[in-house]
């Protein structure tokens, strides 16, 4: 499986971006698609998934209310809709993908694939 991650740039406060990740390989869309986001000497962290099997959607408290994760089966394309983008937010995204949803969706260790990873800048 191979993910592709695009759309980030820099933006300023209270902008929006879109960020894709367009899946190829053997992928199903029983697949659990998701975000994780890492700033500069920080960890990894998660940030929202999309359980393939029930649509059901999760997201990090810090982001609730701003982010949206979508997904796209017949493109194998999952999407990330960030509104009232805020300086902390700044970081590298990466997209990931499991073949079964893990109970433990916010380990970024229950994650078989990841993508290249896209910058997302804010400017205050």
């Known amino acids: 499986v191979q993910l592709q991650a695009s759309g980030g740039g820099l933006v300023q406060a209270g902008g929006s971006l879109r960020l894709s990740c367009a899946a190829s390989g053997r992928t199903s869309r029983g697949y659990t698609m998701g975000w994780f986001r890492q700033a500069p000497g920080k960890r990894r962290e998660f940030v929202a998934v999309l359980r393939g099997s029930t649509g059901a959607k999760y997201y990090a408290d810090s982001v609730k209310g701003r982010f949206t994760i979508s997904r796209d089966n017949a493109k194998n394309t999952v999407y990330l809709q960030m509104n009232s983008l805020k300086p902390e937010d700044t970081a590298v995204y990466y997209c990931?993908?499991?073949?079964?949803?893990?109970?433990?969706?916010?380990?970024?260790?229950?994650?078989?694939?990841w993508g290249q990873g896209t910058q997302v800048t804010v400017s205050s």
């Open positions: 990931t993908a499991r073949p079964i949803h893990s109970v433990h969706y916010w380990d970024e260790k229950q994650y078989d694939y």
